[in-house]
């Protein structure tokens, strides 16, 4: 660009080297109401909002709208922040992708605190766990260097988390493959792993964020039941403790939960070959089986999530957004009525779906993963 000087902090750099992060900071993602990514949102006003891994605010795209909802009550004056990443990695992970991504080493209220978050620590061993860490980090994929035999418990868990963020990249890469066995046995094999090394609770990164890829790649490769099973797990171990009642990935993800159940009810009430059992093979057979073993009540499952999704969208959403028309259409589908899922109603079904969710809550502990 003639007579175009670049400023000195971006000096040793290309035009594009130098202006590519300043446009991807001054960005935000484009997503459908469900929270599909589908590229970059440049809007002056809102763009302006700073970083934060513990931000007060979220972006939502309703439609062709822009919309942040607060996080939680926001005092006048207080300035708007929102997250460029997921907040809930590890300390260290947010620190490299901030500056992969977005060329800046964040300095936030969290992030100057250092790695001593919950997201930050793994769970305790027992003697059998830490003796078992040298065999597991042994022969780690993606080249992942394995650490002395003798060196500290953290050090072998560290290496396992470094192998599975790697496994969740590359599915990640995969995610439009045409043979989406290969991502969901990457994340499976990782979930198996995370799970054995005893080093990482259930909301403690990358398990949940492996959880949702597997449960995208199980519903890609027909797998309807073992999608229902992890999007279960997510709802009761992850959500819950990552996320605020009226987050809006909250109510994305319960109803996806809530879809997937409609389905498996359908599926359980169907003949094996063919109507809705005709697209999951062998759908059928197993939610039958999984509801003879354990009892669970799908219909009344159903009901609870969709009652909490319900309770979520005015604040999370919006009643009036897309995500609330969505679900509303869904309901219909379902069959459920606004009315079954009021407040008073709700409250007459409280003792039977909570003894519902524990029922579900037994089916995720013995989940192998």
Not at 16 to 27: F, G, K
Not at 86 to 92: A, I, K, L, M, Q
Not at 219 to 245: C, E, I, M, N, Y
Request: charged content about 20%; proline content about 8%.
């Amino acid at each position: 660009m003639p007579g175009y000087v670049l400023p000195k902090r971006l000096e040793g750099r290309t035009l594009i080297d130098a202006y590519v992060p300043q446009i991807l900071t001054n960005s935000l993602t484009l997503v459908t109401s469900i929270m599909d990514p589908l590229g970059l949102s440049l809007d002056p006003y809102p763009c302006t909002a700073n970083h934060s891994c513990a931000p007060n605010a979220f972006v939502l795209n309703d439609g062709a709208t822009l919309v942040l909802r607060a996080m939680r009550p926001i005092a006048q004056d207080e300035e708007l922040f929102v997250s460029y990443i997921d907040g809930s990695n590890p300390f260290h992970k947010r620190q490299a992708e901030l500056l992969d991504r977005y060329y800046f080493t964040c300095k936030c209220a969290k992030c100057t605190q250092g790695p001593t978050g919950a997201e930050d620590a793994f769970a305790p061993l027992t003697p059998a766990q830490t003796a078992q860490l040298p065999s597991l980090t042994r022969a780690l994929p993606f080249d992942t260097p394995a650490p002395a035999p003798d060196a500290p418990a953290e050090e072998h868990l560290r290496a396992i988390e470094t192998a599975a963020f790697a496994a969740l990249d590359q599915a990640h890469r995969l995610t439009n493959s045409a043979d989406p066995t290969e991502p969901l046995r990457l994340v499976s094999e990782s979930l198996r792993l995370l799970k054995t090394c005893g080093g990482f609770a259930p909301a403690r990164q990358p398990r949940p964020a492996l959880r949702d890829e597997l449960v995208v790649f199980a519903l890609a490769a027909g797998q309807l039941v073992p999608a229902w099973q992890h999007a279960a797990a997510r709802h009761v171990l992850t959500d819950k403790t990552l996320l605020p009642a009226s987050h809006p990935l909250r109510a994305v993800h319960a109803f996806v939960f809530s879809t997937l159940t409609a389905l498996l009810i359908m599926c359980a009430s169907d003949e094996a070959s063919g109507g809705e059992a005709g697209a999951w093979p062998g759908a059928t057979a197993q939610t039958r089986q999984l509801v003879r073993k354990y009892g669970i009540e799908l219909g009344t499952v159903l009901y609870g999530v969709l009652g909490e999704v319900v309770a979520a969208v005015p604040q999370g959403h919006g009643v009036n957004s897309r995500f609330a028309r969505a679900v509303g259409a869904a309901m219909e589908r379902m069959g459920v009525s606004a009315e079954a899922l009021g407040p008073e109603r709700l409250r007459s079904y409280a003792g039977k779906i909570g003894a519902m969710w524990e029922v579900v809550g037994k089916m995720v502990g013995d989940m192998e993963f």
